[in-house]
């Protein structure tokens, strides 16, 4: 055989090799990006409504401050949106990117310097309360309660909350030093 003749592929192999490559895309799309392209974390931000509506529209709500990156916020997002399903229409929950410039106004005004930070907030937009870090189902029930029924949250670990004077209260009732630091820079 001669080393420059080329190999020939009949009719019914070219439509297999075809095949086999549409399917070899499809599954490594499919690997890609997922069967439910909606993740949690996705879902629950573009379902969330502005912060100014929850805020003024009578119901309490939790903003969580959050990034893409973090894990801990993805390891909350199946709680989180299984929370939102269940106290729907009893609790808002607004979810703001720290990575988003468009919110940077409320890093600021939040004293965000954490993430997952949870702001808490009664019926009437009055901060009650906020919490970093990572929270398992019963903790976010059990603050989901303390707001809809306006029950205290001191009996709640690692949550802080606001007095009148607006002085961030430890739940072991010392005062609270938060560094005006922004969420991204780690500090």
């Known amino acids: 055989m001669d080393s420059s003749s080329s190999i ?3 009719k019914i ?3 297999l090799l075809l095949i086999f490559s549409v399917v070899l895309a499809a599954i490594l799309l ?10 949690p974390l996705d879902s629950l931000a573009r379902n969330s409504l502005p912060p100014e509506i929850a805020l003024n529209n009578g119901s309490p709500t939790i903003i969580e401050f959050y990034a893409d990156w973090c894990e801990v916020c993805q390891e909350m ?5 299984s929370l939102k399903n269940k106290y ?7 979810l703001l990117n720290v990575d988003n410039d468009k919110w940077s106004d409320l890093l600021e005004k939040y004293e965000v310097n954490g993430i997952p930070q949870l702001n808490l907030f ?5 901060m009650k309360g906020k919490s970093v ?4 189902i019963d903790q976010l029930n059990e603050i989901m309660n303390s707001l809809l029924y306006d029950k205290p949250l001191e009996n709640l670990l690692l949550i802080n909350r606001v007095n009148e004077e607006k002085v961030l209260i ?3 009732n010392s005062k609270k030093i938060v560094k005006n630091t922004m969420p991204r820079s780690h500090g």
Do not use: C, H, Y
């Open 8 to 10: 020939q592929l009949g």
């Open 77 to 81: 997002a199946p709680t989180m949106l």
């Open 133 to 136: 870090g990572k929270k398992n």
């Open 170 to 172: 430890s739940s072991l």
């Open 122 to 126: 009664d019926q009437f937009g009055v």
């Open 88 to 94: 729907e229409n009893q609790i808002d929950i607004v």
């Open 30 to 39: 499919i690997m890609r990006i997922g069967l439910n392209s909606t993740k």
């Open 13 to 15: 192999q070219r439509i």
